[in-house]
């Protein structure tokens, strides 16, 4: 198994809607990624989990709170979020030796 | 402060001839270098990478070239074909760290 899996592909949600993104990966990996895309921008890094610990957080607003649960499994849980929030939202993993392996991403939209 | 620069937005290629798409960084510690290609409302999928004790890789068409002087590198796909169509992303990181750094991208349009 040699991919990142992401559920759901799409989510509508209003302001004050509680939802959650999952992403899956049975590689092994040890380090585990999300990212917010916007259209025809590069991914910008949100959060790193390295070994099941949150490693880096890049200033992103607490109505994102991300939560790994093992070593195969990352959740974004999401909270009262702004319509500037949708976005593509990708997960990725990483072995160790740098190359990510990235999810097809949940496009979020926010009503 | 963008640490990886693609500074052509887009690029128009003859199918059959050579795409060259190009990426600069500022950071010297940088010393593994990746490129990803990205459809529409998908995911980045990756393409090739380079780490800095080589100055180039080669996989199919696409190769990848690095000059560490220049703080340069780019990606040559040959021949171009239609499907390589997409938007190309170059990223870097440091070896000891977690933490990749995109370039802005630039939309590769193979014309058949």
């Known amino acids: 198994d040699t991919e990142v899996t992401q559920t759901p592909k799409h989510l509508v949600m209003g302001m004050t809607n509680k939802k959650s993104l999952k992403c899956e990966q049975h590689?092994?990996?040890?380090?585990m990624y999300w990212y917010k895309q916007k259209a025809k921008k590069p991914p910008e890094l949100m959060f790193v989990?390295?070994?099941?610990?949150?490693?880096i957080n890049e200033s992103v607003p607490s109505r994102f709170s991300p939560e790994c649960p093992n070593s195969s499994l990352l959740n974004l849980h999401l909270h009262a979020l702004q319509p500037e929030d949708s976005a593509l939202y990708l997960c990725?993993?990483?072995?160790?030796?740098?190359?990510?392996?990235f999810g097809p991403g949940t496009r979020l939209t926010v009503l | 402060d963008q640490q990886v620069k693609q500074n052509s937005p887009s690029l128009s290629v003859q199918e059959g001839r050579i795409s060259i798409l190009n990426c600069d960084y500022t950071?010297?510690?940088?010393?593994?270098f990746l490129w990803y290609k990205k459809y529409p409302a998908e995911g980045p999928t990756f393409l090739i990478s380079?780490?800095?004790?080589?100055d180039k890789n080669e996989d199919g068409r696409f190769t990848v070239f690095l000059n560490k002087s220049a703080k340069h590198l780019s990606l040559h796909i040959v021949p171009s074909q239609p499907g390589d169509s997409a938007v190309y992303f170059c990223?870097?990181?440091?070896?000891?760290?977690?933490?990749?750094?995109f370039g802005t991208g630039t939309s590769l349009t193979v014309i058949p």
């Open positions: 990725a993993s990483a072995r160790g030796d740098n190359e990510q392996f």
């Open positions: 590689m092994g990996h040890r380090a």
């Open positions: 989990y390295s070994y099941e610990k949150l490693s």
């Open positions: 950071n010297s510690m940088f010393d593994y």
């Open positions: 380079i780490s800095s004790i080589k």
């Open positions: 990223a870097a990181s440091e070896s000891t760290g977690n933490q990749f750094y």
